[in-house]
């Protein structure tokens, strides 16, 4: 069973422009979450979909946005870019959400660097 | 507002000593709460879930136990290895349904 596949792993962006991330979880899971890891914040939840509708946001810039497709993939968009952004960029999936939320499965991330 | 810390940041042990990793949260109705392992540059490997009725999980070496009234988990890591160093990471779900992390506790197990 494949796991959660993020592209692309590395990318090097100048401030002001934007950039997609993109998500694939594993097969059968509604649920994607995505989370920005920085060294002085930690692991900070973005936000999540399920069933191709945004359930939950953390308490980022309207910058900072997602979607999700029927087949479950989901990308995340970062327009404007700042230095501040550079980070690790992380996507997880699972089977349901909130309370039934299971265990979660995360991909390998997607760094990206802001210049 | 829910917040979770994890105490030490950092720990390094001999290795075949057994060590007690914690996590504390502030909002005590969670829904579940999991232990995650990174390791440098990598994604997040979950190692246990525990239910909020469960008071404990096992799984080979490891052992995460849960007390909500207390707002408490630990894991417990026995024998421990050199490929047991890493970060180890708790996160809780609660009634906002959003997942919120502790910073971690960097593992060293040195031979």
């Known amino acids: 069973k494949a796991g959660v596949t993020q592209t692309p792993r590395y990318l090097i962006k100048t401030r002001g422009q934007q950039v997609t991330l993109s998500c694939s979880p594993i097969?059968?899971?509604?649920?994607v979450s995505w989370y920005q890891q920085t060294p002085g914040q930690g692991l900070q939840f973005l936000f999540e979909y399920f069933s191709e509708t945004q359930r939950n946001k953390g308490n980022f810039p309207g910058r900072f946005s997602g979607r999700q497709f029927s087949n479950s993939r989901s990308e995340m968009n970062v327009s404007t870019l700042e230095l501040g952004d550079s980070a690790l960029y992380l996507c997880?999936?699972?089977?349901?959400?909130?309370?039934?939320?299971?265990?979660?499965?995360f991909g390998e991330g997607s760094r990206l660097t802001v210049l | 507002k829910q917040e979770v810390t994890q105490i030490p940041a950092a720990l390094s042990v001999p290795e075949g000593e057994n060590l007690v990793l914690n996590c504390s949260f502030t909002d005590s109705a969670i829904y579940n709460l999991q232990w995650f392992r990174q390791d440098p540059g990598k994604g997040l490997t979950s190692l246990l879930l525990i239910q909020s009725s469960q008071r404990e999980q096992t799984s080979g070496r490891l052992n995460a136990s849960l007390d909500k009234s207390s707002g408490r988990s630990t894991l417990y890591i026995a024998a421990s290895q050199p490929g047991d160093s890493a970060t180890y990471l708790c996160a809780v779900t609660s009634g906002s349904e959003k997942l919120v992390f502790g910073k971690g506790t960097k593992l060293t197990v040195n031979p």
């Open positions: 997880a999936s699972s089977p349901s959400r909130g309370a039934n939320t299971g265990e979660l499965f």
């Open positions: 097969s059968g899971h509604r649920s």
